[in-house]
């Protein structure tokens, strides 16, 4: 099967087992287990901030995240295709007690006059903007991504409205491998970070929250309220030292391959539309006639897998278990369709 459902699909390699066994570990809970608190240590660095804290998803660290930056009766500002909103069973209304602003953005990206045009003034009968979170990469954006560029802008509105910035980066490391920047200087605009390591850098678990001292400190409290705190999990974050180590210079695979794909779809009759492709996600919409469940069920008799995404909509997502082979294999198979 050529699995292209999500890049949260792969299975640890053998050389990833291997590390995991070794892992030296210890209760998480009293901050005693080494391989936990050396991920940690390792990814705060990365991102020039004073602390990181390992959880088991990255809903839970944006859900932290929210908590953590807002009140009750506050609001947030985030793109309508954003995960916080769209893919985490409304948490931000029921940990956070926070009401939401949506922005139409470009592909999932988000720019500075939408978010001042989306700041409340106040009055006492409004929720009080209080919170940005922009997405990178953009998930149902179909993988598009920000340069820091675009970002600046946002932060310094952020600074200037005294909002909170917050960035979803489950897929950063795909982002970062086009734009060639650094962890440590996407560090320096954001409040809070979350990243994956259970996407496209293939651990079986696992997401890190990163911020400064008194943040992480709280944060840690929400984590244990979630039900989040756990014990030996450092044969867990050992696995995703190992993705840090082995797996980030490899994405570039997956987004080039992603391209492959877009441009195999692009002239096939059966496609309306596909969005540009940018990192290692295809979207794209089938003609009217054809029902999404049912060219799914096709691709899957031929050995290909993916899901639906919207309306007569599709997605592929490339990862490390989707070979070279595989995906000249899924070409073809795209083409006879
Ligand atoms: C996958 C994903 C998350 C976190 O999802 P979990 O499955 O809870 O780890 C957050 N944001 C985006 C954009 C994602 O794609």
């Not at 998803?57 to 908590?67: E, F």
């Not at 960035?167 to 994956?196: K, M, Q």
């Not at 890190?208 to 943040?215: E, I, N, W, Y």
């Not at 987004?255 to 969005?275: H, M, Q």
């Amino acid at each position: 099967m050529i699995n292209m459902i999500s890049d949260t699909v792969t299975k640890p390699t053998p050389a990833m087992l291997d590390y995991m066994m070794k892992a030296e570990v210890g209760d998480d809970v009293f901050n005693e287990d080494p391989a936990i608190n050396a991920l940690q240590r390792r990814v705060s660095k990365m991102f020039g901030k004073e602390a990181a804290l390992f959880c088991p998803s990255g809903t839970m660290t944006n859900q932290i995240a929210i908590k953590i930056n807002t009140k009750p009766l506050d609001d947030v500002i985030c793109d309508i295709d954003s995960h916080i909103y769209q893919s985490e069973t409304g948490g931000y209304a029921f940990n956070s007690g926070v009401a939401i602003t949506l922005i139409q953005g470009n592909h999932g990206k988000i720019t500075a006059p939408q978010v001042i045009a989306a700041t409340k003034p106040g009055f006492d009968w409004q929720p009080i903007s209080r919170l940005v979170v922009v997405e990178n990469t953009c998930n149902k954006g179909g993988g598009s991504f920000y340069t820091l560029d675009e970002i600046k802008p946002i932060a310094e509105t952020c600074k200037s409205k005294g909002l909170k910035f917050h960035l979803d980066g489950a897929r950063l490391f795909n982002a970062l491998v086009e734009s060639n920047e650094s962890t440590e200087d996407w560090g320096t605009y954001f409040d809070t970070i979350s990243v994956c390591m259970s996407k496209g850098l293939g651990a079986p678990v696992g997401s890190l929250l990163v911020g400064d001292a008194d943040a992480i400190r709280e944060a840690r409290r929400f984590r244990k309220v979630m039900g989040g705190g756990m014990r030996q999990a450092g044969y867990l974050a050992a696995a995703c030292t190992f993705a840090l180590d082995h797996h980030i210079h490899r994405l570039k695979d997956d987004n080039d391959r992603a391209k492959i794909i877009g441009e195999t779809l692009k002239p096939l009759s059966y496609v309306k539309s596909l969005k540009p492709v940018h990192s290692n996600i295809v979207i794209f919409e089938l003609q009217d006639d054809i029902r999404d469940v049912d060219f799914i069920d096709k691709l899957k008799t031929k050995g290909v897998l993916a899901v639906p995404f919207g309306a007569n909509t599709i997605r592929f997502v490339l990862h490390m278990d989707v070979s070279e082979q595989m995906v000249f294999d899924a070409c073809k198979i795209l083409k006879g369709i």
